[in-house]
């Protein structure tokens, strides 16, 4: 199994919480998520869906910078081409995810 690295100054902080974790197996994409976070916390007024809108164009744009400096692409380029491939891809899985929340 191959894990990735814990980001540097995460383990420093007493508030992190990881939010997402993703693994390819068992020919398979399996995920396992930090769901009601941003609705049980007071000093957050978003919509959790929202929220996870933002996690996701955040975590864009760290692949298209990783990107750039691993493959020399251009970053703005790489955003929208991913971003474009989410959306086309959304539109092909409708309502085919299984799983379920377990405490």
């Not at 383990?11 to 974790?21: L, T």
């Not at 691993?70 to 991913?82: P, T």
């Amino acid at each position: 199994m191959n894990e990735l690295k814990i980001p540097e100054g995460i383990k420093d902080d007493p508030n992190a919480m990881e939010m997402i974790r993703v693994w390819i197996g068992n020919k398979d994409i399996q995920v396992s998520m930090l769901l009601g976070m941003w609705e049980e916390a007071s000093n957050f007024d978003i919509d959790e869906r929202e929220a996870w809108g933002e996690l996701l164009a955040d975590l864009i744009r760290h692949i298209a910078n990783g990107l750039t400096q691993s493959h020399d692409y251009n970053i703005n380029a790489s955003e929208r081409r991913i971003a474009n491939a989410l959306l086309t891809h959304l539109g092909y899985g409708a309502n085919t995810i299984e799983g379920e929340i377990k405490e």
